[in-house]
């Protein structure tokens, strides 16, 4: 009877170790297989870092980049929007205001030379500005009584002196602006007077 138990037990014994030695292979199996899922996700966690560091390097780069052409857009439309030496800018346009005298005619071609014309006055700020007495670009040559600014508009702003325009001698025909009066006057056009110039300011925006 002890030899039968003892087979018995032996033979159970055998059957639990094969059981665990199939269970430990399993475990194992199924260690290694989570090990290489480990590894290949550790990989792929490497890359995308790899690729998120790349990414955040290249934003940077365009970003610094983007900078530098703002800075560069912004100089240059800052000197887009200044007038040259010698020029007052008011609004959006420059001035020259000449310091000797000539008539309409030859003072309106220096400012032609000088790629602008003389002044169209739309406004009392702007006409306040200038604080002389000077040509302006207004004129009735081409029709009696109808006064008109270089660039062949009319006058949607008017500030003639009290009285004026009155045709003295009938031959007045050029408009000045009037120290003082901050105000227009008639007078003939081949009179000598300082005159201004205005010319737009060349603004020219530089897309990024």
Same mark, same amino acid.
């Given at each position: 009877?002890? !030899?039968?138990?003892?087979?018995? /037990? #032996?033979?159970?014994?055998?059957?639990? *170790?094969?059981?665990?030695? +199939?269970?430990?292979?399993?475990?194992?199996?199924?260690?290694?297989?989570?090990?290489?899922?480990?590894?290949?996700?550790?990989? $792929?966690?490497?890359?995308?870092?790899?690729?998120?560091?790349?990414? +955040?390097?290249?934003?940077?780069?365009?970003?610094?980049?983007?900078?530098?052409? +703002?800075?560069?857009? #912004?100089?240059?439309? %800052? *000197?887009?929007? +200044?007038?040259?030496?010698?020029?007052?800018?008011?609004?959006?346009?420059?001035?020259?205001?000449?310091?000797?005298?000539?008539?309409? /005619?030859?003072?309106?071609?220096?400012?032609? &030379?000088?790629?602008?014309?003389?002044?169209?006055?739309?406004?009392?700020?702007?006409?306040? &500005?200038?604080?002389? %007495?000077?040509?302006?670009?207004?004129?009735?040559?081409?029709?009696? =009584? $109808?006064?008109?600014?270089?660039?062949?508009? =009319?006058?949607?702003?008017?500030?003639?002196?009290?009285?004026? @325009? #009155?045709?003295? =001698?009938?031959?007045?025909?050029?408009?000045?602006?009037?120290?003082?009066?901050? !105000?227009?006057?008639?007078? @003939?056009?081949? /009179?000598?007077? @300082?005159?201004?110039?205005?010319? *737009?300011?060349?603004?020219? @925006?530089?897309?990024?």
């Amino acid at each position: 009877m002890a !030899a039968v138990q003892l087979q018995e /037990d #032996n033979t159970n014994l055998t059957k639990e *170790k094969k059981k665990l030695q +199939t269970s430990f292979s399993n475990l194992t199996e199924e260690r290694n297989q989570l090990q290489t899922s480990y590894n290949n996700l550790t990989e $792929e966690r490497n890359q995308l870092q790899t690729s998120y560091n790349n990414l +955040t390097e290249e934003r940077n780069q365009l970003q610094t980049s983007y900078n530098n052409l +703002t800075e560069e857009r #912004n100089q240059l439309q %800052t *000197k887009l929007t +200044t007038c040259s030496n010698g020029w007052t800018k008011f609004s959006s346009s420059c001035y020259f205001i000449s310091s000797e005298s000539k008539n309409w /005619d030859e003072s309106r071609q220096d400012c032609l &030379r000088r790629g602008a014309d003389l002044v169209i006055i739309n406004s009392r700020e702007e006409q306040v &500005r200038h604080g002389d %007495t000077l040509w302006i670009g207004l004129s009735d040559r081409v029709r009696e =009584g $109808e006064w008109r600014w270089v660039d062949g508009s =009319g006058l949607n702003y008017r500030s003639w002196a009290k009285g004026e @325009p #009155n045709d003295a =001698g009938g031959r007045e025909d050029c408009g000045e602006l009037v120290k003082g009066l901050d !105000a227009w006057n008639d007078l @003939p056009c081949s /009179d000598g007077r @300082p005159w201004i110039c205005e010319k *737009k300011t060349p603004v020219h @925006p530089v897309g990024i």
